[in-house]
């Protein structure tokens, strides 16, 4: 088992869980349906880097493993200090395409 893929499924798992509390807290409807997507978006990434986790270990999958780890900060920040929601959506649109850059090199060491 790859163990930087696991380690981004793990936190793909724990930003869907902050986020869903945020989605608790929210009483605008627009905002919770925005909120929704965006779970939505995170679970599909929990089970696309589920299918690959058995990968091939490589520098560059643990680069980009360790990308997504700094950004696992920066967006358990922005679900934390939600100043707008346009902003919550920039930040996880950055996280998601860091997610989606290792998910395809991990389904290119498959191959």
Same mark, same amino acid.
């Given at each position: ?26 009483? $605008?409807? *627009?905002?919770? =349906?925005? @909120? !929704? ?6 679970? %599909?990434? #929990? ?33 934390? $200090?939600? *100043?707008?929601? =346009?902003? @919550? !959506? ?6 998601? %395409?860091? #997610? ?12």
């Amino acid at each position: 088992m790859n163990i930087a893929l696991m380690q981004t499924q793990d936190r793909l798992v724990k930003t869907h869980a902050r986020l869903r509390e945020r989605l608790r807290q929210e009483d $605008d409807a *627009q905002v919770r =349906r925005a @909120l !929704l997507n965006e779970l939505t978006e995170i679970m %599909a990434r #929990v089970q696309m880097v589920g299918a690959v986790l058995f990968a091939e270990q490589s520098a560059q999958l643990d680069a980009k493993a360790a990308a997504v780890k700094i950004a696992t900060t920066k967006i358990n920040k922005a679900i934390r $200090d939600m *100043q707008s929601m =346009r902003d @919550l !959506l920039d930040a996880i649109s950055g996280f998601l %395409a860091l #997610v989606d850059e290792a998910i395809d090199l991990a389904k290119l060491a498959m191959l």
